[in-house]
């Protein structure tokens, strides 16, 4: 473990901490605008937090520790995604965590803890945004692991560092139509694993249709600012790790001097993926809840569909 | 030293079974429960030695007529002895404390045949001829048998569990004992040795394999042969039904790698793509159904399935590694098989005492009306948190590490070649998928309802902690599913060694310290670097958290959000079947679930409505298609016995004379 | 970026061959559909194209050509005269077999083409017989199309991808159909496609919807 690695994968997490929330802002922005509205500005999520950072967290009754230390984990979780997926630098001292399968259980682990606290609350909508989430969670795990199936048989590796260096040394292989399908497929996921449209909005508050707001509804005050930010960091880290697997220019391995053009890199594809991401939620519907399947074994297709190109073009 | 822990096991069952036999009745559990324990212990000793190495080989000609026991323990036999033994150990001693109190079985006969059930368990591993596995066997599946009819004074379900039981134990039984005679006719003998050196055709083979597997596969609840398993393993007694769900359905997997990798040493592609098709729909069926069960132990009893399906397919897929000349693939996924054996022992003893405790607490094992235990019941609630963050495959639990060697043997199969690996991998890693995210939801379900919110019934409201000894049983428990998620590497050396002996290739798979490293592949996993990332971080953002407050605030006490209209009362709660309707829905093809909505109208007007009664349940589909056809030949075939035997003792008499002579004459024209 | 060569031009236009075929089974209103199946033709003009600059061959330039003109132009056009425009027409809204079922469906049927053209691939290894298994797999899923959708249109549509597939799979396979067959193909499919024209408006006149199983109506 050298110093360099540490820097390097400190300034990572640093960059998605402080980012996050002005993606998030940058996102309803270019909405609000699309829209014809004015919008609030890009660092209106940090106004919030900090509105939010103040007030005293609540604990409403009949709940307990589930309750209160759901926040944290999933922050937690949120704080070893942020340090071990490579968004700047491929070499992270967590390296050997770094596996695409490891990441895919800290995501989903982070989704359970919301959703215990959420049927801690023991309301009705607690209920019913946990079993949304988890309807969602447990077919959103199929694409997943075949698109990583696909991504990875190749490579040999099911670590993120090792995928994005052999993309790295082998631009081709971005072209090819098992990468596109695998990025199609992922793309869908990370939508779902979100919360955005159309599988779910996050700016309603209308019960009927909420699956993510339902759960976090009885949080209040630096409860509340934790779970927003947490969300805020994974929208960030999912984005990431999408440019990360199919267009990882400027990633910088462990020396420090390539950092700052890595941070630009970075800074500018995900902004652009989330500028993109928020245009296209301008033009498009939330799906009924019992829709969702469709799209998301559509997505199962795609991704059936880049294994079975990346067998018969190899 | 395996001779004498076994010898040991033997004979602390006698003292046991004396124990049960004399001791009064206050004083039964603790004894029998001492001396299982034992048992337990003597086995782990035994398993570990034969893992360590030792080699054991002992002929007792004079125990059986005929062939005599033959008993031997190598390192593939060892690995299940020392499960079997972990898990008795700690269950045993559960079951101590969890008949205080006047809960559980305590009778004569019941408490008797425990001892001798843990002894057969542990020595069908150390089997070492046909004749010998077969005795065990049967001897284990007429214990078992007692023990799951523990209850069957209280409630009529236990006896109908039973049934399904006894017939489906004994198909299962007579599958493996044709499959096996068959072996040993053409083999010219009976030993495992004699067998493994016979070479017989391909054909018989295949026939032995099939027959072999359907018998141990319906130990193992292989779908569609699991209907038993929800019924039996919900009904026992709960220390019973850990033993039966963390010990006895092991032994079916054993039975199949003893059989189909040691003795027959691999075979034809077609077998293994059969077990792991026959996985695959185990863990798929399984899962869908534990995912929209509302019975906390029916839960648990389908999950087990599900988990034995994903240890069969990681068995079909090492098979079919091993049949296309792909060794490392083939010892790869056998020792991520053989992992999983063991970390689903670990949990699913875990979350089957657990269970028990919550159903001694409240007398319910009904999701539905559960709830709130986790105020009333902490150290419970934690400790089914542990076996619950194991059995939903998430990191840091324990099911994760072997799921991830599973899923690195699939994924990384393709130098294995073939259109058949190439077609059949991307779907197995599907379905390891779907099973792993169905299983989160259903464990979410489980902790959830079952035991956050607020108590939906006046017993889960009343109830109170287990005694210390039985939380210092589950407790040892959850530290074994904490080292075993922690600390695989550990492990890595005795289950090569494991893998070695079934395969009969000296593998080296699993290595490494923090992190886990495996032959062949680049992948590294470091469980014990992400657990303490993320403790670091979750204390990391507490700290940032009280930095960033510029306040210091205390936690406020509020009123639940009730839209203006009240407090909300527990009924408004999600229960375990409203949590599971979105999958049901989804899954509807192939649930096939019954709702039932009957409205009354008032009698002044049909559009008011007095009474609707609605009333939604999910059958065992399988059970429904394969086996009520079956019933019900059988039950035709019963009504001709009226016909057959209409009480007349001199046409009984004639049916022996006529068959006698039948046969003599058959006899004469044939020779 | 800028040396893709043929291979991958090939693949990229295979790759949206096939999922232009996913899409007919995934999307419901039937317009999409036809939008699809449109962008499918130009796919498969765009692999004969792509063989033809290949081979240096004009004869096979031109049957891109008439491909394209036919496939991406003439026939979703006609389909999309036959679509009429009563709401309660535009979407296909009870197959048999629901939209996820039918993608899982897709996904085994892509793997089992894959299975069956393999000995096939083996024995001429190139560039244009390693997409073979897409076109076998368009075939499939337009037979799965025809079989299990209901509307006249959407049954049109699977039985024009079953061709697409089926005319993908000569050219790939074979160095080239000769122009006079193609051309004979071409028009049996025009004939096709008006006749069906002809009889989803007969049956929208007599039944009131374009659903196929009213027909069976005419059995009793």
């Given amino acids: ?314 | 030293m395996i001779g004498w822990a076994l010898a040991g096991a033997c004979v602390v069952a006698g003292m046991g079974v004396l124990a049960a036999v004399v001791s009064p009745r206050r004083a039964r559990p603790a004894c029998v429960g001492a001396a299982t324990a034992g048992i337990g212990v003597a086995g782990l000793v035994a398993g570990v030695a034969a893992l360590s190495g030792q080699v054991l080989q002992a002929r007792l000609p004079r125990l059986l007529p005929l062939a005599g026991v033959q008993l031997a323990l190598d390192p593939l036999g060892g690995w299940f002895v020392a499960v079997t033994g972990g898990v008795l150990a700690a269950v045993a001693l559960y079951g101590i404390g969890y008949a205080g109190g006047g809960h559980g079985p305590s009778g004569r006969g019941v408490q008797a045949a425990l001892p001798v059930f843990a002894v057969a368990l542990l020595l069908v591993p150390a089997a070492a001829s046909a004749s010998t596995l077969l005795m065990l066997w049967e001897l284990m599946a007429v214990t078992s048998l007692l023990l799951i009819l523990a209850e069957h004074r209280a409630r009529p379900a236990v006896a109908e569990a039973g049934w399904w039981y006894a017939a489906l134990t004994h198909v299962g039984f007579v599958a493996i004992l044709l499959g096996l005679v068959l072996y040993a006719a053409h083999a010219g003998g009976d030993s495992f040795a004699e067998l493994r050196a016979a070479h017989l055709s391909p054909a018989l083979r295949g026939v032995v394999f099939v027959l072999v597997l359907a018998g141990f596969g319906s130990k193992s609840g292989l779908v569609p042969l699991h209907v038993w398993l929800p019924r039996a393993h919900a009904e026992a007694p709960s220390p019973v039904s850990a033993m039966l769900s963390a010990a006895m359905v092991n032994l079916g997997v054993y039975g199949v790698i003893r059989v189909g990798f040691d003795l027959l040493g691999g075979g034809s592609r077609w077998w293994w793509l059969l077990v792991l098709t026959l996985g695959a729909a185990s863990a798929l069926y399984g899962i869908l159904q534990a995912a929209v069960a509302a019975d906390l132990k029916r839960l648990l009893a389908y999950s087990t399935v599900e988990n034995m399906g994903l240890v069969f397919l990681g068995l079909g897929a090492a098979g079919v590694f091993h049949t296309s000349g792909a060794p490392a693939l083939a010892a790869l996924a056998l020792a991520a098989a053989l992992l999983h054996v063991l970390n689903h022992a670990g949990f699913k003893a875990l979350l089957f005492t657990a269970a028990g405790s919550v159903l001694r607490a409240t007398g319910t094992r009904d999701l539905d009306a559960l709830g709130g235990l986790r105020s009333r019941m902490p150290a419970t609630t934690a400790l089914f948190a542990v076996g619950a963050l194991g059995a939903s495959a998430l990191p840091p639990g324990n099911g994760f590490v072997s799921e991830w060697l599973l899923l690195q043997s699939l994924v990384h199969a393709l130098p294995a070649g073939g259109v058949v690996t190439a077609v059949a991998m991307p779907l197995a890693v599907a379905v390891v998928a779907l099973t792993a995210g169905l299983a989160v939801a259903t464990f979410v379900k489980a902790l959830g309802v079952g035991f956050f919110a607020r108590p939906r019934s006046d017993a889960a409201a009343a109830a109170r902690e287990s005694p210390p000894g039985m939380l210092a049983a589950m407790g040892v428990l959850a530290l074994g599913c904490a080292g075993l998620a922690l600390a695989p590497a550990a492990l890595g050396q005795v289950l090569s060694r494991a893998v070695g002996t079934a395969i009969h290739t000296p593998a080296n798979v699993v290595g490494g310290g923090v992190s886990l490293h495996l032959a062949g592949i680049a992948s590294t996993m470091s469980p014990l670097l992400t657990a303490v990332a993320l403790a670091v971080a979750v204390v990391a953002s507490a700290a940032l958290i009280r930095l960033v407050t510029t306040r210091v605030t205390r936690r406020r006490a509020v009123a639940l959000w009730d839209c203006g209209a009240g407090p909300p009362t527990p009924r408004m709660q999600y229960t375990a079947t409203s949590f599971a309707e979105p999958l049901q829905r989804v899954f509807d093809d192939v649930l096939a679930p019954e709702t039932d909505v009957d409205v009354t109208p008032h009698a002044e007007s049909a559009y008011l409505v007095a009474r609707v009664a609605y009333q939604a349940r999910v059958p065992d589909r399988v059970e429904h298609a394969l086996y009520a056809p079956v019933i019900a030949a059988a039950r035709r075939v019963g009504r001709l016995g009226p016909v057959l035997a209409n009480g007349s003792v001199h046409r009984y008499l004639a049916y022996g004379f006529f068959g006698i002579t039948g046969l003599l004459l058959i006899l004469a024209v044939t020779r | 970026m800028t040396d893709i060569s043929y291979p991958q031009y090939l693949d990229l236009a295979a790759g949206l061959f096939l999922l232009t075929a996913v899409g007919v089974l995934w999307r419901q209103q039937l317009a999409s559909m036809i939008r699809l199946f449109a962008l499918q033709g130009a796919a498969l003009a765009a692999i004969v194209a792509i063989l033809g600059v290949r081979q240096h061959s004009l004869e096979l330039l031109l049957v891109a050509v008439g491909l394209g003109v036919l496939r991406a132009g003439v026939l979703p056009y006609l389909a999309w005269r036959a679509l009429g425009d009563s709401p309660a027409e535009a979407r296909e809204t009870r197959p048999v077999v629901n939209v996820s079922t039918s993608l899982l469906a897709a996904a085994a049927l892509t793997l089992l083409a894959y299975a069956v053209t393999q000995p096939l691939v083996a024995l001429a290894p190139s560039p244009a017989t390693a997409i073979l298994p897409a076109a076998v797999a368009v075939v499939l899923i337009g037979f799965f199309t025809l079989v299990t959708r209901r509307r006249a249109l959407s049954q049109v549509v699977g039985f024009l991808l079953l061709d697409n597939g089926i005319t993908a799979t000569a050219f790939l396979a074979t160095a080239g159909v000769p122009l006079i067959v193609e051309l004979g193909v071409s028009f049996d499919l025009l004939l096709v496609v008006l006749v069906l024209q002809v009889l989803t408006t007969r049956l929208r006149t007599a039944f009131g919807s374009s659903d196929l199983d009213e027909l069976r109506e005419l059995h009793d």
């Fill in chain 1, 1 to 314: 473990m050298n110093p360099n690695e540490l820097i390097a994968t400190a300034v990572q997490v640093v960059v998605v901490v402080v980012g996050a929330p002005l993606l998030v802002g940058l996102m309803r922005q270019v909405r609000a605008r699309l829209e014809g509205r004015a919008g609030a500005g890009v660092i209106q999520p940090w106004r919030d937090l900090r509105k939010l950072l103040r007030r005293a967290p609540a604990t409403p009754t009949g709940t307990g520790w589930a309750f209160r230390l759901a926040p944290l984990l999933l922050m937690g979780t949120s704080l070893v995604l942020a340090a071990v997926v490579p968004l700047l630098t491929t070499a992270s001292p967590l390296d050997p965590a770094a596996d695409l399968f490891a990441v895919v259980g800290l995501l989903a682990l982070g989704t359970v803890t919301l959703a215990l606290a959420a049927l801690d609350t023991g309301t009705a909508f607690g209920g019913m945004g946990a079993s949304r989430e988890m309807t969602i969670l447990a077919l959103v795990e199929p694409t997943i692991l075949v698109a990583v199936f696909a991504l990875s048989a190749r490579v040999g590796s099911t670590n993120l560092a090792a995928i994005v260096t052999a993309t790295l040394h082998d631009p081709l292989r971005v072209a090819s139509p098992a990468s596109l399908l695998a990025a199609a497929a992922l793309a869908i996921v990370v939508v779902a694993e979100t919360g955005r449209l159309p599988v779910d909005n996050p700016a309603t508050h209308l019960e009927l249709t909420m699956i993510h707001e339902a759960m976090v509804l009885e949080y209040a005050g630096t409860d509340l600012a934790l779970v927003e930010w947490a969300s805020s960091m994974r929208l960030t880290i999912l984005l990431g790790l999408l440019t990360s697997l199919f267009l990882p220019w400027g990633i910088a391995a462990a020396s420090l001097a390539a950092l700052p053009l890595a941070l630009a890199a970075f800074l500018v594809k995900v902004a652009a993926l989330g500028v993109g991401l928020g245009a296209v939620e301008v033009f498009i519907a939330k799906l009924r809840l019992f829709r969702v399947p469709e799209l998301l074994a559509g997505s199962f297709v795609l991704a059936v569909l880049a294994v079975a190109s990346s067998f018969f073009l190899a």
